[in-house]
Nanobody, 127 residues
Framework: QVQLVESGGGLVQAGGSLRLSCATSGFNFGIYAMGWFRQAPGKEREFVAVIAWNGGSTDYADSVKGRFTISRDNAKNTVYLQMNSLKPEDTGVYYC????????????????????WGQGTQVTVSS
């Protein structure tokens, strides 16, 4: 069965860094776009970043552009999110998800374009 398992969350001070990982299994990872979303307390889940099947294209939410980097290792069936210069407003549960498309444009920013989700990992940024 399809599984996505996030790790790497934690508590960090503002200005710090974290690297999230999402290990996957149960499907052909190398032909799907993969995305990261987050959900802050009391808010809706929001798009963070997406990467194409081959890592050739990416897209980021304006709020994280220049600070976060999404990457993937198709040999390890894993997608990563490097988060630098963290801010308190980055606090939330971070989810990885499998896109319904191979391309970043095709998967896009809408959660409805993703069909499998991990359980999430908590990121807390203190001021």
């Amino acid at each position: 069965q399809v599984q996505l398992v996030e790790s790497g969350g934690g508590l960090v001070q503002a200005g710090g860094s974290l690297r999230l990982s999402c290990a996957t299994s149960g499907f052909n990872f190398g032909i799907y776009a993969m995305g990261w979303f987050r959900q802050a307390p009391g808010k809706e889940r929001e798009f963070v970043a997406v990467i194409a099947w081959n890592g050739g294209s990416t897209d980021y939410a304006d709020s994280v552009k220049g600070r976060f980097t999404i990457s993937r290792d198709n040999a390890k069936n894993t997608v990563y999110l490097q988060m630098n210069s963290l801010k308190p407003e980055d606090t939330g549960v971070y989810y990885c998800a499998r896109g319904r498309s191979a391309t970043a444009d095709g998967a896009g920013r809408s959660s409805g374009n993703y069909d499998y989700w991990g359980q999430g990992t908590q990121v807390t940024v203190s001021s």
